[in-house]
């Protein structure tokens, strides 16, 4: 099992940046995972990371916008968002695919505690 903690949400005027860290300690993991959860929205993929290569995915709605990084030194994840847009506002969550998957986005069974994200108009 994998143990994740997010960091680094908060309120930002759309057009700003937010960095969010996401720490994980355990073993077995393949990539690591953003998500996002608006009010009345299903969970969504956001970016996506390999662990060995860093090979990367992105949600259309970020690409360009956001870059997911990771540091396998410390075990973390980064996802750096700039250009905020209001539609940005969600909880995001940090997810560890611990399940083999070609997929970027499947998988993931760990999930961290989630961080807030509001992009005020």
């Known amino acids: 099992q994998v143990q994740l903690v997010e960091s680094g949400g908060g309120l930002v005027q759309a057009g700003g940046s937010l960095r969010l860290s996401c720490a994980a300690s355990?073993?077995?993991?393949?990539?690591m995972g953003w998500f996002r959860q608006a009010p009345g929205k299903e969970r969504e993929i956001v970016a996506a990371i390999k662990w060995s290569g860093g090979s990367t995915y992105y949600a259309d709605s970020v690409r360009g916008r956001f870059t997911i990084s990771r540091d396998n030194a410390k075990n973390t994840v980064y996802l750096q968002m700039n250009s905020l847009k209001p539609e940005d506002t969600a909880v995001y969550y940090c997810?560890?695919?611990?399940?083999?998957?070609?997929?970027?986005?499947?998988?993931?069974?760990?999930w961290g505690q989630g961080t807030q994200v509001t992009v005020s108009s």
């Open positions: 355990g073993d077995g993991s393949y990539r």
């Open positions: 997810a560890a695919q611990t399940q083999y998957s070609v997929a970027p986005t499947t998988g993931y069974n760990d």
